[in-house]
Structures are given as C-alpha cells and as structure tokens.
Nanobody
Framework: QVLLVESGGGSVQAGGSLRLSCAAS????????MGWFRQAPGKEREFVAA????????NYADSVKGRFTISRDNAKNTVYLQMTSLKPEDTAVYYC?????????????????WGQGTQVTVSS
C-alpha cells in the first residue's frame, strides 16, 4: 500500500506560481510512474502531468504545456509540480497519483494509489 500526501496548494493571483509536492511512503517509490490530476467543481478529474519511474519521460496535458513542470526525486520519495503563469481556469483540487505501470501514464484508470488532494485557487 502506497500513501501519498500532497502539499503546497494555496491561493494565488493570475500570473503567479506555486509548487506542489507529493510525498510517498509505504512502497517502493522508484518503481511507480507518478502523475498529477486535477478536478474542478462540477467537472471530471483530468490529467495534468506524469513522469516515468526514472524521471526520463514526462507527459503533459495540452492546457498546461509550457507552464507546468513535473519532476521527481527518488531519493526523497517525492514528486513535484511546478506551476507558473497560473490562470483562473487552473483552479481545482490537485491530486497526486502512483501507477504500477512505471511509465508517464495519462489515463486515470492506470493509477492505483491517490492522495487526498490539495486546493489551488487562482484569482483574476
């Protein structure tokens, strides 16, 4: 069982930046592909970014390409999401997830473990 705990959410004005962190415990972190998803009120959970087990491969949703960067530190069992040039439409609860697939997976159903989420609010 893998436990994921997100942190770093908050409120920021449009154009600002935030860095989300996700600390993993209870499993062998290095074997998991890791992803970030988000869910806005009244909408389905959507893919944001993913990184492979080694950190060598990444994938991003078109809506965040060039603004968000996912990375991982396997020595610290932590994955990060650096968010810049934030827009009001980025407002959502952001979830960290782990996939036994090891790749930078995009489909939500490839992820077996989820964090509790952290709120990101971007005001105009």
């Amino acid at each position: 069982q893998v436990l994921l705990v997100e942190s770093g959410g908050g409120s920021v004005q449009a154009g600002g930046s935030l860095r989300l962190s996700c600390a993993a415990s209870g499993g062998t972190f290095i074997i998991y592909g890791m992803g970030w998803f988000r869910q806005a009120p009244g909408k389905e959970r959507e893919f944001v970014a993913a990184v492979s087990w080694s950190g060598g491969r990444t994938n991003y949703a078109d809506s965040v390409k060039g603004r968000f960067t996912i990375s991982r530190d396997n020595a610290k069992n932590t994955v990060y999401l650096q968010m810049t040039s934030l827009k009001p439409e980025d407002t959502a609860v952001y979830y960290c997830a782990a996939s036994r697939a090891t790749i930078a997976a995009m489909p939500v159903d490839l992820y077996q473990y989820w964090g509790q989420g952290t709120q990101v609010t971007v005001s105009s």
